[in-house]
């Protein structure tokens, strides 16, 4: 399957700064990737997909003006949680979707704290 | 209702016993169904996928969809402390690329040793 790296995988922030988290398909070029969250014994949430040259798609609920997407390469894309706050603590986890729907490959996640 | 429904667990057993794991769902249109197998802190690992109904085996792990009662199963068999994971239902309607996924709560499963 493909290989996904996802950097960094822990990071503590203060309220009201910016964090950014990056997502690297590794071994082949991904126009789309997804990214997730997942609060403590929860399901996956897929929060948007990240297309590769153009505006990333969000689900309903989710602001695209805290959570930026950035995919501007065919093995990169990032989220940036702009404003950071407490309720934003979670582990949020990329993937990309190679050759069909079982292609799915995740990160290993970024568990993000904000203080 | 949520359209995926996962007992959370947790779920304790002694090693070498028979695990089963279940999901409910509620859209009919669902017709790909995935386990993925999540360790603590890292994410989710595809197990096993099933198309439509019916059982599918793979070693250890047989996976059952049954359609029919929106019902989907997982089991382990001589399960090995080294099964403890998060386990996570998945299913989508779609087969296309970038067919959404929709997920189970996950159920936390221990293997005592």
């Known amino acids: 399957g493909a290989v996904v790296s996802q950097h960094p995988s822990r990071v503590i922030c203060k309220s009201g700064t910016s964090v950014k988290i990056e997502c690297r398909s590794l071994d082949f070029q991904a126009t789309t990737m997804f990214w997730y969250r997942q609060f403590p014994k929860q399901s996956l949430m897929l929060m948007a997909t990240s297309n590769e040259g153009s505006k990333a798609t969000y689900e309903q609920g989710v602001e695209k003006d805290k959570f930026l997407i950035n995919h501007a390469s065919l093995t990169l894309s990032t989220l940036t949680v702009t404003s950071a706050h407490p309720e934003d603590s979670s582990f949020y986890i990329c993937?990309?979707?190679?050759?069909?729907?079982?292609?799915?490959?995740f990160g290993s996640g970024t568990r993000l704290t904000v203080v | 209702q949520k359209e995926v429904e996962q007992d959370p667990g947790p779920l304790s057993v002694p090693e070498g016993a028979i695990v089963s794991l279940n999901c409910t769902y509620s859209?009919?249109?669902?017709?790909?169904f995935m386990w993925y197998r999540q360790y603590s802190r890292k994410g989710p690992e595809l197990l096993m996928y099933t198309y439509s109904s019916g059982n599918k085996e793979d070693g250890r792990f047989t996976a059952q969809v049954d359609k029919s009662s929106k019902y989907i199963s997982l089991f382990i068999r001589d399960s090995q402390p080294s099964d403890s994971a998060t386990y996570l239902c998945a299913m989508s309607a779609s087969d296309n690329q970038g067919g959404k996924l929709i997920f189970g709560q996950g159920t936390e499963l221990s293997v005592k040793p």
């Open positions: 993937s990309t979707l190679r050759a069909s729907l079982y292609g799915y490959t």
């Open positions: 859209n009919s249109a669902f017709q790909y």
